[in-house]
């Protein structure tokens, strides 16, 4: 099975792009939810919301909807393993956890964030930390493009996050490797003028092409081979080009099933 949606949801900018112009900030993710049946939700990655946050969410979404967590800030960019704070993540996210919509938690690490024995152990104490809770591990750096890598990944039941990202060193390869459930893949867009924040401009401003779209479909397929559940997110935020890029992709492997 394979399933789409963006990364996030309450943006400004989508009004009148994808969300109706007179939409209340909180009628968003009821919307959403009529197009979609998963989303990633961001903004645990600053700061982590009260349990009521996630109970208030779940509640505007249908049985059969899903969520993907973004892991804080402190456990992927500042390096904390703090048993204290992913317990306090993990009690955050047990509304959508009871409710049986909780998939995973995505974990995005920085450019920075190279490979090297200090990082594999953070990994493996951040799998600790997460105990069972199925773990996504998205690496910005090129370093991690390495066979061992993928079975340490394997072997930790971390999933590993194929990635769509513009064609500069040091980056990701579009290269997709199952080494743990789900299947995941996320789309950046190709903005390489904007990537390095050089030109003031928003990194994520790309709208994708029918073509560029086309070119994942062989990858999708190979991965959804072996995984039993393989999940698509767009981060193309900008203006609502995460959900047109979505229903293309949607539209894409319809034509191509």
């Keep these: 099975m394979i399933r789409i949606g963006t990364s996030g949801y309450s943006f400004d900018d989508w009004v009148g792009n994808f ?23 961001n903004s645990s990655y600053y700061r982590i919301p009260h349990p009521a946050v996630f109970h208030q969410m779940e509640k ?3 049985p059969d909807f899903e969520f993907f967590v973004k892991a804080n800030k ?18 955050s996210c047990r509304p959508l956890i009871e409710a049986g919509k909780f998939r995973g938690i995505l974990a995005q690490f920085a450019w ?23 773990l996504v591990v998205e690496f910005r750096n090129d370093s991690w493009m390495k066979d061992e890598v993928f079975s340490f990944l394997e072997a930790e039941r971390i999933s590993f996050c194929a990635v769509d990202e513009p064609n500069l060193k040091g980056l990701l ?10 299947g995941y893949v996320r789309f950046h867009g190709r903005n390489a003028k904007n990537w390095w924040g050089r030109s003031g401009g928003d990194r994520y401003d790309y709208d994708y092409s ?8 062989g990858k999708i397929a ?18 609502g080009q995460a959900a047109r890029s979505a229903k293309l992709m949607e539209r894409l492997l319809s034509l191509e099933t």
Aim: net charge neutral.
């Design 112 to 134: 920075g964030f190279k490979h090297g024995e200090k990082n594999l152990d953070h990994l493996k104490r951040m799998r600790e930390n997460f105990a069972d809770t199925p």
């Design 173 to 182: 390869p579009p290269v997709v490797k199952f080494t743990a459930e789900p």
């Design 19 to 41: 969300y109706p112009s007179n939409i209340r900030k909180g009628d968003m993710l009821s919307h959403y939810a009529k197009q979609f049946k998963v989303v990633e939700v």
């Design 74 to 91: 402190t456990m992927t960019h500042e390096g904390s393993t703090d048993r204290a704070l992913y317990q306090k993540f993990m009690d």
């Design 60 to 62: 505007k979404t249908g």
């Design 210 to 217: 029918e073509k560029e779209l086309e070119e994942w479909l």
């Design 222 to 239: 190979e991965l959804a081979e072996k995984a039993r559940k393989t999940y698509l997110f767009f981060n193309n935020c900008h203006a």
